[in-house]
């Protein structure tokens, strides 16, 4: 089964910065099938990327998804309040559908 | 527009079995690459992905739990059904289900919050 590390663990920033988290993989990820959510405390996570850098409907086109094999960022420029949350990736490609840690982003 | 939402027990007591339902709109599990996959997150923890289930009854599970799951679906009643057995504490967790677009879990219930204490 292939593991996904995060990192960092937690990035702190101001609105208006830009964010970079990373998701590496144990081994490469076919197709790229990579996928990001947010999750805000008490929600259900939501679908922000996959397959490393297609956006989901209705995402901001400040959320933007890059990489390949097993090495994959999330980058999030210019900063809103409302995008401060915990981060999550997840691998779509093979079973079991492993996430990663997650990555706390706060301000 | 697709919707889903998670039922069961919110206390159950160790060495008792959880039956989770979930049940759905918006989508059939007789369409083709279409699933419903459960996914749990103990308090302050990570994601945790448990199982899967298509709709040509192809089912996926955890390694690490697969012995203790079972999911199956009610195509005609849009519900599908997880079963885990000999609940612990540390199964104590906020339980999801996501609709599946081949394997990508794009649309999510609720979830549901399960503790086990005695």
């Known amino acids: 089964e292939i593991v996904l590390t995060q990192s960092p663990d937690t990035l702190s920033l101001s609105p208006g910065e830009r964010a970079t988290l990373s998701c590496r993989a144990s081994?490469?990820?076919?197709?790229?099938?990579l996928a990001w959510f947010q999750q805000k405390p008490g929600q259900a996570p939501r679908l922000l990327i996959y397959?490393?850098?297609i956006r989901a409907t209705g995402i901001p086109d400040r959320f933007s998804g890059s990489g390949s094999g097993t090495d994959f960022s999330l980058t999030i420029t210019r900063l809103e309040p409302e995008d401060f949350a915990v981060y999550y990736c997840?691998?779509?490609?093979?079973?079991?559908?492993?996430f990663g840690g997650g990555t706390r982003l706060e301000s | 527009q697709i919707t889903l939402k998670e039922s069961g027990p919110t206390l159950v007591k160790p060495t008792q079995t959880l039956t989770l339902t979930c049940t759905f709109s918006?989508?059939?599990?007789?369409?083709?690459?279409?699933?419903v996959a459960w996914i749990r997150q103990p308090p302050g923890k990570a994601l945790e992905w448990l199982a899967l289930i298509y709709w040509d009854d192809n089912k996926q599970y955890s390694p690490s739990l697969k012995s203790r799951l079972t999911i199956t679906k009610d195509t005609a009643k849009n519900q599908v059904v997880l079963t885990m057995t000999n609940m612990d504490p540390v199964d104590t967790a906020t339980y999801f289900c996501?609709?599946?677009?081949?394997?990508?879990?794009?649309?999510w219930g609720p979830g549901t919050v399960v503790t086990v204490s005695s």
């Open positions: 397959t490393a850098s």
């Open positions: 081994r490469s990820v076919g197709n790229n099938y």
């Open positions: 918006g989508f059939s599990l007789s369409t083709t690459a279409v699933g």
């Open positions: 997840q691998q779509h490609a093979y079973s079991p559908l492993n």
């Open positions: 996501a609709h599946c677009a081949g394997w990508l879990n794009d649309y």
